[in-house]
């Protein structure tokens, strides 16, 4: 059986103590935003995104740093169970529900300048279109291979 008085501290925390030093804290946490670990015998999705959040929460902290996890603070965690303010901090707060849609602003009332400048734009938009109904109703030229094809017909 391992003895972890014997490890340095200092030394740098396993994943799997990394992983278990979060679980602990996140039953910490859990309990503080009254929420349970399980849910009609399943994990509680909000526990598991706690989770996941204190882990990333953590494992920005010891980035932003440019450290990681020792096995001193991993051990810290785990007999404690609770996360140090500046984690904390980090960890986004607030409902796991999806946010409500906020309702949309309402259009201002358009100007007088504003109801010509689109009233100009739609007539400029008929005539584009009256133009090209114009150029689309000549008759195009045929091309060289369709002349030459005519004519031959013609002879035979």
Partial sequence: MNNFANIDANRPATFKQF???VYKVTQGVAKTRKISEKKAGKLNP?????KARV???TA????D???????GDAQKFITTGELPKEILELVQTGSVEKPKASPKPKAPKKTAEQEELERLRKEVQALLAERDAKSQSKPRKPTAKEAAAAIAA???
Avoid at 46 to 50: A, D, N, Y
Avoid at 60 to 63: D, I, M, S
Avoid at 65 to 71: E, F, I, L, P, V
Wanted: glycine share 8%; hydrophobic share 35%; proline share 0%.
């Fill in 60 to 63: 920005k902290y010891y980035g």
């Fill in 46 to 50: 909000e526990f598991k995104i706690l």
């Fill in 19 to 21: 992983e278990f030093a």
């Fill in 154 to 156: 013609l002879r035979s």
């Fill in 55 to 57: 882990s990333a929460a």
């Fill in 65 to 71: 740093q440019g450290k990681r996890m020792s096995h």
